[in-house]
């Protein structure tokens, strides 16, 4: 099958991000692991649940948040999720990786001049 480059950079993320300790929580809220979340932070680490000071966010997000925190080589060739939330995730994991790990991506602005951009992206 061919599988969208940018799943494959998402994969690739993924597991920076967890050998870097610092891979979102989704499996429920980052606070205390309820499985009722409302929201997703990026800043917070992954899942928020209302009572945990989450907002309500809409259902398809926190979904492809989900499924984009859960991507991983070995079932990248399986995944459909729309580009907004793949290019919002993409642009979010780089940050957390520069500011949490110190890792330096010189060749990030690049890649975001190079990645057609979606004029329907969502910012969080």
Do not use: W
């Amino acid at each position: 099958n061919k599988i969208d480059s940018k799943i494959i950079l998402i994969s690739f993320l993924n597991f920076l991000l967890e050998n870097e300790g610092i891979m979102y929580q989704a499996d429920g809220c980052v606070e205390c692991c309820s499985k009722h979340v409302s929201s997703f932070d990026f800043q917070r680490g992954g899942f928020i649940c209302k009572n945990c000071g989450g907002i309500v966010q809409d259902i398809e997000f926190l979904k492809n948040m989900r499924i984009l925190c859960k991507t991983n080589f070995n079932n990248a060739n399986k995944l459909r999720v729309e580009d907004k939330y793949i290019l919002m995730y993409i642009s979010r994991a780089f940050d957390s990786l520069e500011n949490k790990s110190g890792i330096v991506f010189k060749g990030k602005e690049f890649l975001f001049k190079i990645v057609p951009s979606d004029s329907n992206a969502i910012s969080i």
